[in-house]
């Protein structure tokens, strides 16, 4: 059960992860504060997937899963938040011009 909701997390979060790290990397100069970490990490996370499915106990399935849990957290945070920023800004746009509108 444990891998199965680490796969299942990489799996959501890595649908607006990974293409957004791929965004990262390909527009910014930067590439290693931004997207570079979020592969490192769901790579990370897909080690610790494979070996918590061949653990002997199930405090060491647990651990592995933590683990991989909190890398796709901390890599994903940048992408989703700016994700969710610019969907809320873009969701608070009244009029179809929207941006420089005064009522």
């Known amino acids: 059960?444990?891998?199965i909701?680490?796969?299942?997390?990489?799996?959501l979060l890595g649908i607006l992860t990974l293409p957004a790290a791929v965004l990262y990397v390909i527009v910014s100069n930067d590439k290693?504060?931004?997207?570079?970490?979020?592969?490192l990490g769901y790579a990370f996370s897909g080690v610790m997937w494979f070996y918590s499915r061949r653990t002997a106990t199930l405090r060491w399935t647990w651990i592995l899963?933590?683990?991989g849990l909190v890398a796709v957290i901390v890599v994903?945070?940048?992408p989703v938040s700016a994700f969710a920023l610019a969907a809320y800004d873009e969701w608070k746009e009244t009029q179809p011009g929207g941006r420089g509108y005064q009522p």
């Open 76 to 78: 994903s945070f940048v």
């Open 1 to 3: 059960m444990p891998p």
């Open 5 to 11: 909701a680490l796969a299942y997390v990489m799996g």
């Open 32 to 39: 290693v504060t931004l997207g570079l970490p979020a592969f």
């Open 65 to 67: 899963v933590a683990l």
